[in-house]
């Protein structure tokens, strides 16, 4: 009798082990608010597993791990302290992931070999938290943060871009020797493929222009021609070497424009083919002048 009553003692533990060993809770619908309950638990899973791999960055080899942790902050989530030390968790997976790969492509751009120091990171961020004494005052972290940044991100990019800056002045210098070409003060070069005779527009006027855009390489990154479509803009509404040639042709001329890169996008990227630093070259065709 003492054999079949621990026999059947172990068969009672296995089976609560079966069920309860993945970390679901066991359901008791007892009533209508019991089935309510369970059902708005399951419905409020929509969407869940696509936001934990792509939001969050979860691997579901280890959702075991991830109902523990739910499990253990729905448990904690009247007790203060348990709270505090979850949402302390959360948020410093939240700086360490997510927040530190935005930053990092803020300054560095897609130069994954450079990163900001976690650890200094960290100790800033406590630091403050605690309202402690630190090597700054925040007031101070607030003025530094923008311009070091600034030049934090301006030496990276050099770093990774700079061939494109001599590139392109080495191009420029030596497109300004071939005839026909004019420089003006600024650096813009143009040549004349077509004089027009109409009016020459202002910064604000809104002109209708043709165009097609290369890489010194001669890839063309762009082409109203190619779409059939010119683009009306006003003139001023485009990057400035664009604007300075736009107000100095007449109407009805077809110039071909070299533009250095600081009148093009500078240290900024455009699109996939435009990179920092990179010289710019437009046929452009103004149509219209109102």
């Given at each position: 009798m003492k054999k079949l009553t621990f026999m059947a003692a172990m068969a009672i533990a296995a089976a609560t082990m079966t069920s309860c060993g993945d970390g679901?809770?066991?359901a008791n619908l007892k009533n209508d608010v019991d089935t309510l309950s369970y059902?708005?638990?399951m419905a409020n899973t929509q969407g869940l597993k696509?936001?934990?791999v792509q939001?969050?960055?979860i691997d579901t080899t280890y959702i075991a791990d991830f109902i523990k942790g739910l499990n253990d902050g729905a448990n904690a989530a009247d007790n203060k302290k348990k709270a505090?030390?979850?949402a302390g968790i959360e948020i410093g997976q939240q700086l360490a992931g997510d927040g530190m790969r935005r930053m990092n492509m803020n300054?560095?751009?897609d130069d994954s070999t450079k990163t900001l120091s976690q650890k200094n990171f960290m100790a800033g961020f406590v630091t403050a938290t605690l309202g402690k004494h630190g090597l700054m005052t925040l007031e101070e972290a607030n003025e530094i943060v923008p311009r070091l940044m600034e030049q934090v991100r301006k030496r990276a990019l050099e770093e990774q871009y700079g061939e494109n800056r001599e590139a392109g002045e080495k191009f420029l210098a030596e497109n300004a020797k071939k005839d026909g070409v004019v420089t003006l003060p600024s650096g813009l070069q143009y040549k004349v493929i077509k004089e027009g005779a109409g009016k020459i527009p202002a910064d604000t006027s809104t002109v209708t222009v043709h165009y097609e855009g290369r890489l010194i390489n001669d890839s063309v990154f762009d082409s109203s021609y190619k779409r059939?479509?010119?683009m009306t803009v006003r003139a001023n509404q485009n990057i400035k070497g664009f604007t300075e040639a736009l107000t100095h042709m007449p109407a009805g001329s077809v110039w071909e424009v070299y533009i250095p890169q600081d009148l093009a996008y500078a240290e900024r990227q455009a699109g996939a083919m435009i990179k920092p630093f990179s010289a710019l070259i437009f046929k452009i065709e103004l149509v219209d002048v109102k």
């Amino acid at each position: 009798m003492k054999k079949l009553t621990f026999m059947a003692a172990m068969a009672i533990a296995a089976a609560t082990m079966t069920s309860c060993g993945d970390g679901t809770p066991t359901a008791n619908l007892k009533n209508d608010v019991d089935t309510l309950s369970y059902a708005m638990g399951m419905a409020n899973t929509q969407g869940l597993k696509d936001y934990l791999v792509q939001g969050k960055g979860i691997d579901t080899t280890y959702i075991a791990d991830f109902i523990k942790g739910l499990n253990d902050g729905a448990n904690a989530a009247d007790n203060k302290k348990k709270a505090a030390y979850y949402a302390g968790i959360e948020i410093g997976q939240q700086l360490a992931g997510d927040g530190m790969r935005r930053m990092n492509m803020n300054i560095f751009g897609d130069d994954s070999t450079k990163t900001l120091s976690q650890k200094n990171f960290m100790a800033g961020f406590v630091t403050a938290t605690l309202g402690k004494h630190g090597l700054m005052t925040l007031e101070e972290a607030n003025e530094i943060v923008p311009r070091l940044m600034e030049q934090v991100r301006k030496r990276a990019l050099e770093e990774q871009y700079g061939e494109n800056r001599e590139a392109g002045e080495k191009f420029l210098a030596e497109n300004a020797k071939k005839d026909g070409v004019v420089t003006l003060p600024s650096g813009l070069q143009y040549k004349v493929i077509k004089e027009g005779a109409g009016k020459i527009p202002a910064d604000t006027s809104t002109v209708t222009v043709h165009y097609e855009g290369r890489l010194i390489n001669d890839s063309v990154f762009d082409s109203s021609y190619k779409r059939n479509q010119p683009m009306t803009v006003r003139a001023n509404q485009n990057i400035k070497g664009f604007t300075e040639a736009l107000t100095h042709m007449p109407a009805g001329s077809v110039w071909e424009v070299y533009i250095p890169q600081d009148l093009a996008y500078a240290e900024r990227q455009a699109g996939a083919m435009i990179k920092p630093f990179s010289a710019l070259i437009f046929k452009i065709e103004l149509v219209d002048v109102k």
